[in-house]
């Protein structure tokens, strides 16, 4: 394996509280980055981590009473494989949906 050249690699994480959101997102980077020629590997989905926070309803009358609330992150991985500078040119002026945030590592 260390004969091998490197290839360029850029590993795309993308966080976002709407599944449909990151879902919508990843499909737009992997038809952008097929357009250019490159490879892909994934949406690989990452675990999604809950968050639940529980508000008492009233502070007096009814104190043991509580509502619970639930926030989810889900998280989506991207490998571009074999990219080239039209396809990291094409990655860096995609707009994505407002809601999703990507992180771009080479």
Known sequence: MADQPATPR????LKAYDHKVIDQSAKQIIDTALRTGAQIAGPVPLPTRRSTFTVVKSPHVYKKGGEAFEMRVHKRLIDIIGATPKTIDSLQNLS???GC???IRM
Do not use: S
């Not at 850029?10 to 994480?13: E, G, K």
């Open 101 to 103: 945030d990507a992180e």
């Open 96 to 98: 994505l949906p407002a």
């Open 10 to 13: 850029i590993r795309i994480r």
